[in-house]
């Protein structure tokens, strides 16, 4: 299978420190996988790495087949921490995407795409704006424009909602989701959060995380029909069960690094 | 430099208040006045103290220390002559600075990213650095053709280490997160460091300006009181030889005043350029 995100074996320290050992994963091409796991876990190290911008000390990262060597443009990423330029207008941070992403294209052609992206994420009135002009919900769907601006088959979020208000988190979460969907073919997500419920919602694919060292200690379904309502969803049984175990798996392994130290 | 100090106060404590304004209006406005009556009350004391100098202390027929109306028709009658110098001064101090700025920032940015090139260059700099710009005036007037040049060149080093020193400290402190960014957009080359590294050293680079601005100027009436015959540095010489002390004195004055109104300047610049900084 070559069309998938592989990872094999993969170990990775930081000064001594063991962060992630022995980590095996295939994610198939359109797949949304949430990446979930208790602070620690090493769940954004792990998707540093496939972002390129670590490299482990074991294992073998491959996407499409190509070994992973470093950031590439056909793996787009969306940081916690809005990482937009502060000193270039929200138009220009995505129009820089695009000049890379396509360097055939001219200045304006740039402009408008990256109009037409800001467009898709409901930011037609920030434009010409600044990000320190913006809200935290503003700058974070710019960062998504940008992300998809880069036209990546493969998108790679690390907490993208994790500094947003509840109300524009559920929000952006629709706005992904009604991306995602629409697209074709779809991309790849990798959804790393801290959130069960954000994790259920979003996701095809839950695979959990555990602690020191981060390690796969379950890797579940989730089967929800898509085009999925919130409500409902969250009213049924059969969240409310997946949702129970998750959170008993992730009970257990807090406690079993109680008992450890 | 009184003239800067005290203006730069007089902004810090006309700021400071407003984040209280919204929660308390009244307090707010009596903190304005004490400002207000706190600057002021410097310059009145300041006034008041070369008045009483002045009358208390005449020294004969050409006192030391000129009486402020007497300074003030020097003043007036010398503008044509300072406006000379002025202009001679400035073009001496321009290309001097701008050169430094434009090497300074090109090499430090070059320098803040590349270990290679600071592993190279950097124990030159250490020692190169500190030493003082002043003394390279008189090899400079004798080694170059024109008293200008030498001059400019002096202006030179003396703004380039602080710029270079600080777009070097600017590079170094391009967060991580502006840095992996560039990476994932695939950022590099001279568009790396154009739109990145640049922007981000932006602030530091300002603040080598500033330090450099000052010392161009300390240079500049240095060197022009080595060899120049015309400046804000030659006149104050001149007319120190002739004892003419209320020029000489208006001069000084003057000088502050331009001096002054440069930095103010780099700080309208700074504020423009850095807008996107909240």
């Known amino acids: ?261 | 430099m009184t003239t800067e100090s005290i203006a730069l106060e007089t902004r810090e404590l006309g700021v400071t208040p407003t984040p209280h304004a919204a929660s308390q209006p009244s307090a707010s406005i009596g903190r304005r006045l004490t400002a207000i009556v706190e600057t002021s009350l410097v310059w009145v004391v300041l006034l008041a103290g070369w008045l009483a100098a002045a009358e208390y202390f005449p020294l004969g027929d050409n006192p030391l220390i000129p009486h402020p109306l007497v300074t003030a028709r020097a003043l007036w009658e010398s503008l044509p002559e300072l406006w000379t110098g002025t202009l001679s001064s400035f073009s001496i101090l321009i290309p001097g600075f701008v050169l430094a700025t434009l090497l300074g920032i090109v090499s430090g940015i070059a320098v803040g990213t590349s270990p290679r090139l600071q592993r190279a260059l950097f124990p030159f700099a250490r020692v190169a650095a500190p030493v003082p710009p002043t003394v390279y005036i008189p090899y400079a007037i004798a080694v170059l053709p024109t008293f200008k040049l030498s001059a400019i060149f002096v202006v030179f080093i003396g703004a380039f280490w602080p710029i270079f020193q600080n777009a070097v400290a600017g590079a170094h402190a391009l967060e991580e997160r502006y840095r992996d960014n560039a990476k994932i957009l695939g950022l590099s080359g001279f568009e790396y460091h154009w739109r990145v590294v640049f922007p981000a050293a932006l602030p530091h680079i300002f603040s080598g300006m500033a330090v450099g601005l000052g010392f161009s100027f300390i240079l500049l009436t240095v060197a022009e009181l080595f060899g120049a015959n015309a400046g804000l540095g030659r006149f104050v010489q001149y007319y120190a030889d002739f004892a003419d002390y209320p020029k000489m004195v208006a001069g000084i004055l003057y000088t502050g005043l331009i001096t002054f109104l440069a930095m103010t300047g780099l700080e309208a610049i700074k504020r423009r350029a850095l807008f996107w900084q909240r």
């Open chain 1, 1 to 261: 299978m070559s069309q998938s995100l592989r990872l094999e074996g993969i170990d990775f320290s930081y000064d001594a420190q063991r962060i992630l050992a022995g980590i095996d994963l295939t994610i198939p091409a359109g797949q949304f996988v949430s990446l979930l796991g208790a602070s620690g876990s090493g769940k954004s190290t792990l998707l540093r790495l496939v972002a390129g911008l670590k490299a482990p000390q074991r294992g073998r990262l491959a996407w499409n087949g190509k070994p992973i060597s470093g950031p590439g443009l056909d793996r787009g990423v969306v940081f916690q921490d809005y990482a937009l330029f502060p000193w270039m207008s929200v138009v220009d941070n995505i129009a820089i995407a695009i000049g890379k992403a396509r360097p055939e294209t001219g200045k304006a052609e740039r402009r408008a795409e990256a109009v037409d992206y800001l467009r898709k994420v409901g930011l037609d009135a920030a434009i010409d704006k600044y990000p320190f002009e913006l809200s935290g919900g503003m700058r974070q769907r710019a960062a998504i424009a940008r992300a998809l601006a880069l036209g990546s088959p493969l998108l790679l979020m690390d907490e993208p909602f994790g500094a947003l208000d509840p109300v524009n988190r559920a929000r952006l979460q629709d706005l992904l989701l009604e991306i995602w969907e629409a697209a074709s073919p779809k991309k790849t997500i990798v959804f790393v959060t801290h959130d069960v419920d954000e994790a259920l919602y979003l996701g095809d694919r839950v695979v959990i995380l555990g602690s020191t060292p981060g390690r796969v200690i379950a890797d579940l379904p989730v089967e929800f029909p898509r085009h999925r309502d919130r409500r409902s969803l969250f009213d049924s049984t059969a969240f409310h069960d997946l949702r129970e175990s998750i959170a008993e798996t992730l009970a257990a392994d807090t406690l079993k690094q109680l008992v450890a130290v």
